[in-house]
């Protein structure tokens, strides 16, 4: 495979459920994030790993929590969701902190 | 405090005529700038980068831009529309000092008519 790789690509899930999104991504870039596409707002942000560690975590309320187990993986572990986090989920990837950034399809979520 | 604005929420255009999406953008110093696509389903895809140098910039599929760095503006251009340009279109920014903060426009959705 090649590029960036998200699974589940369609996830519903119940208010009081525990899911996991995974990404992985085979190009060798060092830094991996997920962001946050809901309708009519602009991409948000939510969590960033470089070289494993987090460099960004932009005030994301704790049902998400973020996995990075090795620079090809990232994981973004959901508990006890909202109905207003369903959305798309879409991870990506760079080689540097201001290069291109590498897509995912996106995972998206239902919470009932 | 730093943003970028992409006006047109939607527009239409007829197979074959020319386009042109706006951005601008807000931010301490000239950034980094970007425009991808986003087609049904998909995501994003890059279609083109500024970072220095000429100030028009060709990118994949057709698609040009033009920085301009006195009306904080990098708009999209394309001589000639295709039914299957039809899309999501995103400017985006991150800092030249390298933050990993991109900064993303809330998107420009093309509708393409036959």
């Known amino acids: 495979e090649t590029g960036v790789t998200q699974t589940p690509r369609h996830l519903v899930m119940g208010m009081t459920n525990k899911k996991s999104l995974k990404c992985e991504q085979h190009l060798g870039h060092n830094a991996m994030y997920w962001y946050k596409q809901s309708a009519k707002k602009p991409l948000e942000l939510m969590f960033v790993?470089?070289?494993?560690?987090?460099?960004e975590n932009n005030s994301v309320p704790s049902r998400f929590s973020p996995e990075c187990p090795n620079s090809s993986h990232l994981f973004l572990h959901l508990h006890t969701l909202q109905p207003e986090d369903s959305a798309l989920y879409l991870c990506?990837?760079?080689?540097?902190?201001?290069?291109?950034?590498?897509f995912g399809e996106g995972s998206r979520l239902t919470v009932l | 405090a730093q943003s970028v604005t992409q006006p047109d929420i939607h527009i239409t255009v007829s197979e074959g005529a020319s386009l042109e999406l706006r951005c601008n953008y807000s931010y301490g110093a000239t950034p980094y700038l970007f425009w991808y696509v986003q087609s049904p389903g998909q995501g994003l895809q890059l279609l083109l980068k500024y970072f220095s140098g000429d100030t028009l910039v060709q990118g994949i599929k057709g698609f040009e831009a033009e920085f301009k760095r006195s009306q904080s503006s990098f708009n999209l251009r394309k001589p000639s529309v295709h039914w299957s340009d039809a899309a999501e279109y995103f400017c985006a920014v991150v800092g030249v000092s390298g933050t990993y903060k991109y900064i993303f426009g809330t998107g420009t959705r093309l509708k393409v008519l036959a």
């Open positions: 790993y470089s070289l494993e560690e987090r460099v």
């Open positions: 990506a990837s760079s080689q540097s902190n201001t290069g291109e950034l590498f």
